[in-house]
């Protein structure tokens, strides 16, 4: 391609639907999804693939001469994060750079996003009675929450972590199925990368004690866990209802707390193309106080999720 071909096409686009095309394709995205997500959000389907196809050349003619968009910088003096190495500059949100965004059948709005480390509110995932269908469709069959032993690697039962859930496997029905499109439209990320969603139920006191959602890779009982499709990268929390008092999401690090509204949203990443680790990203539930708490949790891997034998 030449130089006086691909200006004209990019050159309307908005500068953040470019950063976000040039960060998406480095992750590795396939131009089909890209343009897909384009088209939901009002770009002609057509120019959307001509755009996301220029942009991918440009890359790639970048990456070649050595000066890759997007690519890896150490900073000098930059803190470190969880392996020891100096920090790398986060990669830009994997969300669409709009406040609304068609997200597979349904309009979700981007309440706040926080970069560096990238934390959004979505609003809208799920309407008020996608979250009832999923609260009814969870009832019966709860058990006690588990945690991954750190030194074993195995599940057990922890006070680190009171509540009771249910796994759904990817696409079981409608709602699932539903919700898996979104977040895979919203976030680039395959289907197939996501773990089987979870609804979680706390009664008062019920509580998630401050964690981290990755595998830390120091950990012996992290390796099971890596090959079943790497890294955790993401965590979506959605809220199947309000509650009345209490169990709002926490992120010390970041003093930050997101209240549970039915339908709503909690996005954060954690694991960089470099499979670099951010311990800012730790969470908590905390507990309730009164009324109860429900929520659908979908971590998103690097790879394809294959479950431990
Ligand atoms: O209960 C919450 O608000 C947070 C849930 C959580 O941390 C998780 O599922 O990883």
Redesign the pocket.
Known sequence: MNDALSAPVVAPLPAEWQDWLVADIARGCADADLASVMADNGFDAAQARVIVATVRAMVERARTAGDAPGAAVVAPGDEAVATGSRRLPCDPIRLPPAPRVRAHDREVSIGFALHDPNVALLDDLLSPEECRRLVELATGRLQRSQVVDRASGEAQSSGLRT?EGAHFALGENPVVDCLERRIAALTGVPIDHGEPL?V?H?LPGGE?RP?H?YFPAAEPGSAAHLRCGGQRIA?V?VYLADVEEG???LFPSLRLSIR?RVGSA?YFEYCDRHGEVDPRCL????PVRRGE?W?A?K?LRQSPYRPPN
């Open positions: 509540s979870q979680l706390y998630y964690h959602d965590t929390v169990g709002e999401t549970p909690a969470h908590a539930g905390a708490k929520i949790t971590w």
